[in-house]
């Protein structure tokens, strides 16, 4: 056997149902071999009922951490050691990180796109309107008001959901948040600094799907940010771009959890190029 050859990878990975459409096995693993990195990054279909199995397996294995998505963040909790601040508040997990013989729990859904946003803009101080109250909603809101957000308005269908994220801002940070159920078509308010589509609105296969939203309100002055990866120009953010808006795309907020989860798992501080051009390839649409 030759020198300074090691043929067992570190092992990390992802749980989730769907999986297929999911990027993120792409990046990584080119992130792995750019930095040398002698690691796997697993995508793997994960029924619910099989969770607890999945999560036995990679403990067996010798997993180093592992991604879990919909439908898994709020499901995997039980079986983790402890959690990271952001992660109990937003009550949901999507990275897992061993430490020795622990398993933490984090959640970089908000984390990377808050990363993403001071590219462009501090939201310290700005008054931001989020469509959406699930998952992804949830954990930017908490991010942009731990980050010092003066007011945020949670925009949705489902009122309770909404009412809850809402609550959860206001107990546990200093910004004040406000809930308008969407109904019709919602009107952004003219003070607003950045405007989050942060709803499954627009996400393969319903690439021609829209957001219920006075679009001639947006100005030139607004952020406008959307969560949609793939494709990464949808009809909110070409219609920003239309309007002079500065935008975010959803690979921005991609490429910082992986490149976060990386630092986890790795303690390596991977190059945002490798990622970005790693999806442009495979996505074949930025
Ligand atoms: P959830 O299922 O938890 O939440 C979906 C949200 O979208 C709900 O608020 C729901 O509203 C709303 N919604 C769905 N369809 C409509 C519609 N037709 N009109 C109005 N509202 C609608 O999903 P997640 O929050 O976990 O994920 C949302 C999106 O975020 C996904 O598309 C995912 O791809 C993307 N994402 C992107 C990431 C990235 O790194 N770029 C990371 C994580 C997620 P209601 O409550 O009323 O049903």
């Known amino acids: 056997m030759q020198d300074n050859i090691d043929f067992l990878p570190f092992i990390t990975g992802s749980f989730a149902k769907p999986a297929s459409e999911n990027p993120t096995v792409m990046m990584i693993e080119a992130a792995y071999r750019y930095h040398n990195i002698n690691a796997r990054y697993l995508n793997c279909e994960v029924e619910p009922k099989y969770l607890a199995d999945a999560i036995k397996g990679a403990k067996a294995m010798g997993w180093i951490g592992f991604n879990c998505s919909i439908p898994h963040k709020i499901a995997v909790v039980p079986y983790l050691d402890e959690l990271g601040d952001s992660a109990r508040l937003i009550g949901a997990v999507n990275t897992v990180v061993r430490r020795g013989d622990l398993w933490i729990g984090e959640n970089?859904?908000?984390?990377?796109?808050?990363?993403?946003?001071?590219?462009?803009?501090?939201?310290?101080?700005?008054?931001?309107?989020?469509?959406?109250?699930?998952?992804?909603?949830?954990?930017?809101?908490?991010?942009?008001?731990?980050?010092?957000?003066?007011?945020?308005?949670?925009?949705?269908?489902?009122?309770?959901?909404?009412?809850?994220?809402?609550?959860?801002?206001?107990?546990?940070?200093?910004?004040?948040?406000?809930?308008?159920?969407?109904?019709?078509?919602?009107?952004?308010?003219?003070?607003?600094?950045?405007?989050?589509?942060?709803?499954?609105?627009?996400?393969?296969?319903?690439?021609d799907q829209k957001l219920n939203v006075e679009f001639d309100l947006l100005r030139k002055e607004m952020i406008i940010a959307d969560v949609i990866p793939n494709p990464p120009n949808t009809h909110f953010i070409t219609t920003a771009l239309e309007k002079g808006c500065r935008v975010l795309n959803g690979i921005s907020m991609l490429v910082n959890q992986g490149i976060i989860a990386v630092k986890y798992w790795m303690d390596v501080d991977v190059e945002p190029f490798i990622m970005h051009s790693e999806l442009a390839k495979v996505l074949k649409t930025y």
């Open 108 to 207: 970089t859904d908000g984390k990377g796109f808050l990363k993403a946003l001071e590219m462009v803009e501090d939201p310290k101080g700005k008054h931001i309107t989020i469509f959406g109250a699930g998952g992804a909603a949830r954990a930017i809101a908490v991010e942009l008001a731990l980050a010092g957000a003066h007011t945020i308005i949670i925009v949705n269908r489902d009122k309770y959901k909404g009412n809850e994220l809402v609550d959860l801002i206001n107990s546990n940070t200093k910004t004040k948040a406000l809930f308008n159920c969407w109904e019709g078509k919602y009107k952004v308010e003219l003070s607003t600094n950045i405007v989050i589509n942060a709803t499954s609105i627009g996400l393969f296969p319903n690439v």
